[in-house]
C-alpha cells in the first residue's frame, strides 16, 4: 500500500538557518505525482509543489527547493535562511490512483517547524 | 488565481445535530474530494465525486456522510447525526484532471 512519512515530527531552527524537511514515500506504481503543503496556524493547506515521477530534476523557488531521489525514495525539502515565517506545519503527499481512475493524496503526518528569532 | 470556497469558516453544532458543510469548486473542475483533518493529525481522503456520483470514498465515509452536487456549482458534505469525534478540518477540493487539487481553505467543524 501506498504510503507517506515523515518521520521528523518537529523541528526548531534559529532565523537565517538552512532546515531540511525529510519525506519518504512507498508505491508500487511507476506514475505518481508528489508534493508539499504548508499549513500556517490559520489551518489552510498552501500548495507548495508538485513533481511527477519522470521528473527527478531537482527544483529551486526563492529560498525553497526541492530533492526528489527515485533510487531512495525521498522528496526532501529545504529552506534557506529560514524566517520566522516560514513557521508552520509542512506536509508531504502523494498522489494513489483509485479503482475508479480517480486520484487520492496520501499525505504524511507533517513536520511541526518552529523558526525563532 | 481562481479559488475553491469553502463556507463557513468555522460552524458548531450540538452532538446529534445535521450539519452540511458548502464549497464552490472552480467552475470549469469535473472533479470534486472531500479531505478531513483531526487536529494535530495528518490530512485524510474522504471522498471523491466525478460525472454527479461518488467515485471513491474512504472507510471513513459511513451511512452518516453524504455528498452532493445540487445545482452544479456547490458541492456539499453533509453529516447526519454529528458526533463528537467529527470535529475538524474539513477541506474541499477540485481539479480539471484526477490529480493536481486546487484545495479550500477548510471548515472547521466543532461537536460540542
Known amino acids: 500500500a501506498q504510503k507517506v512519512t515523515q518521520a521528523q515530527t518537529e523541528i526548531s531552527v534559529v532565523e537565517k538557518e538552512d532546515v531540511t524537511l525529510d519525506c519518504v514515500y512507498e508505491t508500487r506504481d511507476t506514475t505518481y505525482y508528489l508534493f508539499w503543503y504548508k499549513q500556517p496556524p490559520s489551518g489552510e493547506l498552501v500548495f507548495l509543489i508538485r513533481?511527477?515521477?519522470?521528473?527527478?530534476q531537482n527544483e529551486i523557488s526563492g529560498r525553497y527547493s526541492w530533492n526528489f531521489q527515485k533510487s531512495t525514495s525521498s522528496f526532501n525539502f529545504t529552506i534557506t535562511a529560514s524566517q520566522v515565517v516560514d513557521s508552520a506545519v509542512y506536509f508531504c503527499a502523494l498522489s494513489e490512483p483509485t479503482t475508479s481512475g480517480t486520484y487520492k493524496y496520501i499525505f504524511g503526518t507533517g513536520t511541526r517547524l518552529k523558526v525563532l528569532a | 488565481e481562481p479559488e475553491v470556497t469553502q463556507t463557513p469558516s468555522h460552524q458548531v453544532t450540538q452532538m446529534g445535530q445535521e450539519v452540511i458543510l458548502r464549497c464552490v469548486p472552480i467552475?470549469?473542475?469535473?472533479?470534486f474530494y472531500w479531505y478531513r483533518q483531526i487536529l494535530g493529525q495528518k490530512v485524510e481522503f474522504l471522498v471523491s465525486f466525478y460525472n454527479n456520483e461518488i467515485s471513491e470514498k474512504s472507510e471513513i465515509f459511513d451511512d452518516q456522510f453524504s455528498v452532493e452536487r445540487p445545482d452544479g456549482s456547490n458541492f456539499t458534505l453533509k453529516i447526519r447525526s454529528t458526533k463528537l469525534e467529527d470535529s475538524a478540518m474539513y477541506f474541499c477540493?477540485?481539479?480539471?484532471?484526477?490529480?493536481?487539487?486546487?484545495f479550500g481553505s477548510g471548515t472547521r467543524l466543532t461537536v460540542v
Open positions: 467552475s470549469n473542475h469535473l472533479y
Open positions: 513533481r511527477n515521477s519522470f521528473d527527478e
Open positions: 477540493a477540485s481539479s480539471v484532471r484526477n490529480y493536481g487539487y486546487t
